[in-house]
């Protein structure tokens, strides 16, 4: 029997995830388990958050007034049993759950002691996070129509739920995203039975790889429907460059496999109406911005120019994959032709660093290194500056770009991952919004900074005309929810 699908009734769905602001958040999953299911409530269906109880965010669930279910779930994991407590808070429009287990999750750090390491009983916090997020429903007396679990710290609800856990819930669907496939969840084969699964799953074509198990995978293998967070993701992560050992997997599930490019938050990231900067600006009225690029220039110290040099920022992590070692060695005949200013805020591998700070010191008041993040004057980069430079080696999604389009900032961007499905050459003169380049060396990226400066300095109308399109770009959650709630459908009234 066919069941038709009805656009018009409200879908029911449980975002399972590690992270969530502003509860807690190491990166960019964070960002992305807030602003889907916000937008997904926003058009008018029920979603639902459920994390694990950290310290950290119990104490800020504390300060919005956390309820505490009565009772107690009793998750069995490897002949143990843990007492998890259900914690709700809301999140704006969006019930939060959190699942609070003393033993497990009442550390300082999230995945580890340090940003850098693991806990060595992250299978088992996370097999009983598993587990009780399956059981949550039955707790709380709300039943799913999906699951989207997210990242490899949710990659084996799916198959947890198909091989029996889930048995209340045997008409829901799974999804799985990928959100960085660099970070897979890989434990010892004899964890297994932490999970409760049986031995017979553990080959090749479900949970075994390269002689242990790995939860990513397992998220992969066992999903209904797999995403990840841009279209050009998807089909990278299928080739050797970009697949780090799991490209055969998810070539064999290509049939399910899709990328939704993520969105940004167009109320937080907003030129007419951002309070981190000193002067508003739209795309009809663009002398803010102007204002913005001078005062940046005074809060970074740098020496006053006109407007035929083109002042450039970076916000990013200050690591390898960011291509910095690309403008590092770049630039300098640049700066000392005045073509350009730099201005840098980061932090990360301590080479790179030091390679910024010679830099700064090499370019007095032409460069300028702050060390560190600072949530305003990132805004500020990216009101302030004619050009943004993001060169990754590879990149999942992004979100400078998307805000740098937003404030009329053109990126620079390697064509990669989810730059490449939001930044448009201004070769294309119908549609170009930045400049892109290739291959991974100084001379593609110099030859591209080039033809970039050269646009800037002496073809202004078309610079502005490629800045209306940047700022006219749809990078709103709002889309991205419509593209899943298509997804969510297919599955649920097939």
């Given at each position: ?5 009805n ?9 399972v995830?590690?992270?969530v602001?502003p509860?807690?958040k190491t990166?960019?999953l964070a960002?992305v388990?807030a602003?889907l299911p916000a ?6 269906h ?5 994390i694990?109880?950290y310290?950290?965010a119990?104490?800020a669930?504390?300060a919005m007034?956390v309820?505490?279910h009565?009772?107690p779930v009793?998750?069995?994991?490897g002949?143990v ?6 914690g709700?808070?809301?999140l704006?429009?969006?019930t939060?759950y959190?699942l609070a287990?003393d033993?497990l999750f009442?550390?300082?750090?999230i995945?580890?002691?340090?940003p ?12 009983v996070?598993a587990?009780?997020?399956l059981?949550?429903?039955r707790c ?8 989207h679990?997210h990242?490899?710290q949710?990659g084996?609800?799916?198959v947890?739920?198909?091989r ?9 669907r799974?999804?799985?995203t990928?959100?960085n496939i660099?970070?897979?969840?890989q ?7 932490l999970?409760?699964?049986d ?7 479900h949970?075994?790889h ?11 293998v066992f999903?209904?429907q ?7 993701y ?5 080739t050797?460059?970009y697949?780090?050992g799991?490209?055969?997997v998810l070539?064999?599930?290509a049939?399910?496999l899709?990328g939704?490019?993520?969105g940004?938050d167009v ?6 109406t ?5 002067a508003h600006f739209?795309a009809?009225?663009?002398a803010g ?5 001078q005062a940046?220039?005074?809060e970074m110290g740098l020496v006053p120019?006109?407007?035929?040099v083109?002042m ?14 690309l403008v590092?060695e770049?630039?300098?005949p640049y ?7 730099l201005?840098?805020?980061g932090?990360?591998?301590p080479?790179?660093e030091?390679?910024l700070r010679?830099?700064q010191?090499?370019?007095?008041g032409w460069v300028?290194?702050w ?6 004057l990132?805004h500020?980069i990216?009101?302030g500056?004619d050009l943004?430079?993001?060169?990754s080696?590879?990149?999942?999604c992004?979100?400078n770009q998307?805000y740098?389009l937003?404030y ?8 990669t991952g989810?730059l490449?499905?939001t930044?448009?050459?201004v ?10 380049f290739?291959p991974f060396d100084?001379?593609?990226f110099s ?5 970039a400066?050269?646009?800037y300095r002496?073809y202004?109308?078309e610079?502005q005309a ?9 990078l709103?959650?709002t889309r991205?929810?419509?593209?899943y ?7 649920v009234?097939a």
């Open positions: 029997m066919v069941v038709h699908m656009n018009d009734e409200q879908l029911r769905v449980l975002h995830a590690s992270e602001l509860l807690c990166g960019g960002d388990v602003a937008a997904l409530v926003a058009a008018g029920d979603a639902r958050i459920v694990p109880g310290r950290t119990l104490a669930a504390a007034d309820d505490w009565h009772h009793t998750i069995e994991v002949g049993d843990h007492q998890v407590g259900i709700v808070v809301q704006g429009a969006v939060c959190l287990c033993e009442d550390r300082d750090g995945y580890g002691p340090t850098d390491s693991d806990y060595e009983d992250n299978a088992r916090r996370f097999a996070f587990k009780a997020a059981a949550l429903p709380v007396g709300w039943v799913p129509q999906v699951i679990a990242d490899w949710a084996f609800v799916p947890i739920r198909e029996g856990f889930g048995r209340d819930l045997p008409a829901t799974t999804v799985f990928i959100h660099a970070y897979q969840g434990f010892a084969a004899d964890h297994m039975r999970f409760g699964l031995g017979w799953l553990y080959n090749p074509m949970l075994e390269h002689g242990g198990i790995n939860a990513l995978k397992a998220g992969v999903a209904d797999v995403t990840t967070v841009s279209r050009r998807a089909e990278e992560i299928q050797a460059d697949g780090w799991l490209e055969e070539r064999h599930h049939y399910k899709r939704i490019t993520n940004i109320g937080v990231w907003d030129p007419a951002d309070p981190h900067l000193p739209t009809t009225r663009m911005k102007k204002r913005c690029r940046l220039a005074e120019t006109d407007d035929s083109c450039v920022g970076i916000v990013s992590r200050l690591v390898s994959q960011k291509g910095l070692n590092i770049a630039v300098s700066i000392l032709d005045g073509r350009m200013q201005v840098v805020l932090a990360g591998d080479a790179c030091y390679a010679t830099l010191g090499r370019h007095h300028c290194f060390h560190g993040y600072n949530e305003g990132a500020r990216e009101a500056c943004f430079l993001m060169p080696l590879y990149e999942p992004g979100l998307m740098s937003r009329g900032t053109l990126p620079l961007v390697r064509h989810g490449a499905d930044v448009i050459d070769t294309d003169r119908q549609r170009g919004n930045g400049f892109t290739g100084v001379g593609h030859s591209v900074l080039d033809r400066l050269g646009l002496h202004p109308r610079w490629a800045r209306r399109r940047a700022m006219a770009a749809d709103s959650w991205v929810a419509e593209e709630i298509g997804l969510y459908r297919s599955m009234y």
